[in-house]
């Protein structure tokens, strides 16, 4: 579907449901939201987040650190998902810990969304158990995600929450973005099940990704500004070109799963 210029990158103060919708729906390309933190509060959480948590990588893309697991990650097996359940509130528990007294991002984009949306959010939980929201990325010098697309029924299949979710957005809030690089590229363009494979076929060793050199080139390009909210429906195929030195964004997925549904939240 065509997009109008003016829908592509939407630049608001406030979220208001219909916003949303329209990313969930392709109205739009991407909601910019400036100053949902202020610059002072994310220079102080950055430092607190750098300097307490324990960082990781993420197994598929070895140059990105992450704090606390995707949930994707973790369902090769049942011994790496009983692990996952076993930290999954714990993660939560000890950002909030790490971030007093100032409030944790993902906590205060989780009342902001539960406000906005008439029916509320909640955590998505599988088998009875929550799951792990508010993913915090780190790209060092470098660091980039090629093109990819975040799709729950493709990246964790016949899970309790691809059964339920029927759109996906991917909401960020930057609390450190680089000098140079580091902006979130998007395409006007999902890639269907079979585009995919063909794909992932002609360069397997790509994990995650494609190669940019067998598709064309992104619809919008933004630079994400210190503390911003930016969402975009995930199931466009987006990336991240590579930063010159930190970013550091806290992130999660925001599920639609019907008009008089809460909204579900994992990372
Ligand atoms: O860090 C970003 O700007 C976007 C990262 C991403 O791929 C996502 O949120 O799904
Ligand atoms: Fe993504």
Redesign the pocket.
């Known amino acids: 579907m065509e997009i109008a210029e003016k829908n592509k990158i939407k630049t608001i103060k406030e979220v208001k449901r219909a916003d949303l919708l329209g990313i969930f729906e392709n109205r739009s390309l991407l909601l910019n939201i400036p100053d949902f933190f202020d610059e002072n509060t994310c220079s102080s959480l950055t430092k607190k987040i750098h300097n307490n948590m324990i960082l990781g990588f993420y197994e598929n893309a070895p140059k990105i650190g992450r704090i606390g697991k995707a949930f994707y990650e973790t369902i090769a097996s049942k011994k790496t998902q009983n692990e996952y359940f076993e930290s999954s509130q714990q993660w939560i528990f000890e950002l909030r810990r790490c971030c007093f007294p100032l409030i944790s991002p993902i906590d205060s984009l989780r009342v902001y969304l539960d406000d906005i949306w008439p029916y509320g959010s909640t955590l998505a939980s599988v088998n009875g158990k929550k799951i792990f929201v508010g993913l915090a990325?780190y790209f060092t010098s470098e660091a980039s995600?090629e093109p990819?697309q975040?799709i729950i029924q493709r990246d964790a299949p016949d899970t309790d929450i691809s059964k339920i979710v029927k759109r996906q957005i991917?909401a960020?809030v930057y609390l450190n973005v680089p000098n140079q690089g580091g902006e979130?590229e998007i395409w006007n363009w999902a890639a269907s099940d079979e585009e995919f494979k063909n794909l992932k076929d002609k360069r397997p060793d790509f994990s995650y990704a494609f190669d940019r050199n067998l598709i064309r080139s992104s619809d919008v390009k933004l630079k994400?500004s210190i503390g911003s909210l930016?969402l975009f429906n995930?199931n466009n195929v987006?990336a991240?070109t590579p930063s010159s030195d930190d970013r550091l964004?806290i992130?999660c997925f925001i599920g639609y799963c019907g008009q008089n549904k809460p909204l579900l939240l994992w990372s």
């Open positions: 990325r995600a990819h975040d991917a960020n979130l994400p930016v995930s987006h991240v964004s992130s």
